[in-house]
């Protein structure tokens, strides 16, 4: 869906255009035709092009409405534990191979707890050093 939209009482005028201060609009007239065209990423949403329409042809509350957008979706790693999302598979594979080993899916809380267990379970003998 487009943020800028216009009504039926539009009728090409360019005061929108022309007083446009991020220069987010523009227009091309090709074959006894004219196109009124809008760039989003310049668009300041200022709300200019509402306010100098003498046709209140343009229709701001799209503009206000603030969709979003879906961009990507990725699969979840989830805590082995509770299930709480963690982050994302591509984003596991990116740590493994920066740390050359895969670590154990946990939430803090549940991290906490196996390392814990982990710790009471294991008691270095003598002449073990920690690294």
Request: aromatic share 10%.
């Amino acid at each position: 869906m487009s943020f800028f939209q216009v009504n039926d009482r539009c009728n090409g005028c360019l005061a929108c255009v022309q007083n446009c201060p991020a220069s987010a609009l523009d227009y091309e007239d090709q074959n006894n035709r004219r196109t009124l065209q809008h760039n989003m990423s310049l668009c300041a949403r200022c709300g200019q092009c509402w306010r100098v329409c003498p046709q209140q042809a343009i229709e701001f509350q799209h503009f206000l409405k603030s969709a979003w957008d879906e961009v990507v979706t990725l699969d979840l790693v989830r805590c082995g534990v509770c299930g709480e999302p963690l982050y994302t598979v591509p984003f596991k594979q990116t740590v493994t191979e920066r740390r050359k080993t895969e670590a154990d899916p946990f939430c803090p809380k549940h991290r906490r707890e196996v390392d814990a267990l982990v710790r009471a379970h294991f008691r270095p003998g003598p002449g073990f050093e920690e690294r």
